[in-house]
Nanobody, 123 residues
Framework: VQLVESGGEAAQAGGSVRLSCVAS????????MAWFRQAPGKEREQVAT???????SYLDSVKGRFTVSQDSAKNILYLQMNSLKPEDTAMYYC???????????????????WGRGTQVTVS
């Protein structure tokens, strides 16, 4: 699986950004998808997940502001980010893992397919 993120940009606090992640070269498995982020000097954190049945989960600090969705026909994952805060500044990564290894957004051996990231800066 190859993952390519896009859509990161500099935004003002209170504004919105939509990230996209195009997935290709699927092996035939159903994949669970996730968005992670990592700010300089901080640990990577799981922001949002979506299972093959559409079930979602969110980091507490983004609930009500971020929405994860996917266009299964086009193999595109989205993250709509509203009411942005400076603390949302980070590199955002798309990740994937076969759903047979995951439950409720968590994967037993972690997510093993990653994109290169897209930068979101909020000021």
């Amino acid at each position: 699986v190859q993952l390519v993120e896009s859509g990161g940009e500099a935004a003002q606090a209170g504004g919105s950004v939509r990230l996209s992640c195009v997935a290709s070269r699927y092996s035939g498995n159903n994949y669970c998808m996730a968005w992670f982020r990592q700010a300089p000097g901080k640990e990577r954190e799981q922001v949002a997940t979506i299972d093959s049945d559409g079930s979602t989960s969110y980091l507490d600090s983004v609930k009500g502001r971020f929405t994860v969705s996917q266009d299964s026909a086009k193999n595109i994952l989205y993250l709509q980010m509203n009411s942005l805060k400076p603390e949302d500044t980070a590199m955002y990564y798309c990740a994937a893992e076969p759903c047979v290894y995951c439950s409720g957004g968590d994967c037993y051996n972690g997510y093993n397919y990653w994109g290169r990231g897209t930068q979101v800066t909020v000021s």
